[in-house]
């Protein structure tokens, strides 16, 4: 029941991109986020949840408050994968949210500890390249 509830939420929210409601989609993916039941979803479902707001393109244009409290938001969930799954790409996540409510040094660290958790793993992978552009841009 618990899937079924995210994944409505999530077709809800994506609805409501493509009607053009950024803002209302962003207070739905914060109050997702913020929902008591979202920490309960298994640690995959929160991912995909995370990473369709987290690593979407952003809207041209200055960040809107709305857009701002939905990445705040993702920050709790972000670091408890962080804490317990030490998951590189969930510190990619975390490390944009961070840059995005203009924390760079706090991201500086996130990004850096994620590079060295994917370098033991696959020093190749996009995910490292990935890592490594983010902290040159800081």
Do not use: W
Request: hydrophobic share 45%; aromatic share 4%.
């Amino acid at each position: 029941m618990a899937n079924e509830e995210l994944a409505q939420a999530l077709k809800r929210i994506v609805l409501l991109a493509k009607q053009g409601d950024l803002r209302g989609g962003y207070q739905a993916y914060r109050a997702l986020f913020e929902s008591p039941e979202f920490l309960s979803y298994r640690p995959q479902d929160q991912r995909q949840a995370l990473r369709l707001m987290v690593l979407a393109r952003s809207p041209p244009g200055p960040r809107s408050p709305e857009m701002i409290e939905a990445h705040r938001a993702a920050v709790v969930p972000l670091t408890e994968l962080v804490s317990t799954d030490c998951e590189p790409a969930d510190h990619e996540m975390l490390g944009i949210c961070h840059v995005l409510l203009g924390n760079e040094a706090a991201a500086s660290a996130i990004f850096k500890a994620g590079l060295a958790i994917e370098r033991e793993r696959n020093p190749q992978s996009d995910l490292c390249g990935a890592l490594m552009r983010r902290i040159s841009l800081l």
